[in-house]
């Protein structure tokens, strides 16, 4: 793989993606409707241009979460593979844990903290900002 892209894909190999090195720091998002479309309580997330987003094998379904947000998944195993938001159009977020190596993208932060569970009280020492970053 060159050093200037990042690959990945869902569960059940039927989609595979190649895209550019985040152009913003990775992020843990909290809120609800990142967390319902993972179905975990939070979803990390890295942003490139959307241009620089291949998919190699496969397309994902496309799903309008609500009325400006379109995520990506598999249609045969139901893995979340991307973000899109009508007031970001040039860009694309991609599912960290998509990644054949999420380490490379790892998480700079908590987004949305005013949407966490409870019990969802992150100690890693990142920033946590209540809604987006500023």
Same mark, same amino acid.
């Given at each position: 793989?060159?050093?200037?892209?990042?690959?990945?894909?869902?569960?059940?190999?039927?989609?595979?993606?190649?895209?550019?090195?985040?152009?913003?720091?990775?992020?843990?998002?909290?809120?609800?409707?990142?967390?319902?479309?993972?179905?975990?309580?939070?979803?990390?997330?890295?942003?490139?241009?959307?241009?620089?987003?291949?998919?190699?094998? *496969?397309?994902?379904?496309?799903?309008?979460?609500?009325?400006?947000?379109?995520? *990506?998944?598999?249609?045969?195993?139901?893995?979340?593979?991307?973000?899109?938001?009508?007031?970001?159009?040039?860009?694309?977020?991609?599912?960290?844990?998509?990644?054949?190596?999420?380490?490379?993208?790892?998480?700079?932060?908590?987004?949305?903290?005013?949407?966490?569970?409870?019990?969802?009280?992150?100690?890693? *020492?990142?920033?946590?900002?209540?809604?987006?970053?500023?």
């Amino acid at each position: 793989m060159p050093a200037d892209e990042l690959t990945g894909g869902c569960l059940c190999g039927a989609v595979r993606y190649r895209t550019a090195l985040p152009k913003s720091p990775p992020t843990l998002c909290h809120c609800v409707s990142c967390r319902r479309a993972a179905g975990a309580h939070v979803l990390g997330l890295y942003t490139v241009d959307r241009g620089q987003v291949l998919f190699t094998q *496969g397309r994902p379904l496309d799903y309008r979460s609500s009325a400006k947000v379109r995520r *990506g998944f598999c249609a045969r195993c139901g893995t979340a593979l991307s973000y899109w938001h009508a007031d970001w159009p040039a860009d694309l977020s991609v599912t960290i844990a998509s990644l054949d190596h999420p380490e490379l993208a790892a998480p700079a932060d908590h987004t949305w903290m005013a949407d966490a569970l409870a019990w969802d009280r992150p100690a890693d *020492g990142l920033p946590q900002y209540r809604t987006d970053r500023p």
